[in-house]
């Protein structure tokens, strides 16, 4: 199994770009798309909720990028 972690704060139409893109590949073995937010806005959170994703990992606060990388780390099963 691939795990694809992508860390995210604030940017939901770049992050949807990219699913789109990891969608449209031919991986050719099993994959989980991980996406570690870190503290975005719930407007953000909203857009986010409404695409393609394995697992979502939501903070109450921004805690920074190692914090957060971190925690999509421990998320991934491949």
């Known amino acids: 199994m691939l795990s694809i972690l ?5 940017r939901p139409n ?6 789109e893109v990891l969608h449209e590949i031919n991986w050719g073995i099993p994959f989980e798309i991980i996406v ?3 503290g975005s806005t719930l407007e953000n959170i909203e857009i986010i909720n409404k695409t393609k ?5 939501l903070s109450d606060k921004n805690l920074g990028l190692a ?3 971190n925690k999509g780390i421990k998320a991934c099963s491949g």
Not at 14 to 19: D, E, G, S, T, V
């Open 36 to 38: 570690s937010d870190d």
């Open 67 to 69: 914090s957060n990388l």
């Open 53 to 57: 994703i394995d697992t979502l990992l």
């Open 6 to 10: 992508i860390t995210h704060f604030n």
């Open 14 to 19: 770049a992050l949807n770009k990219c699913l």
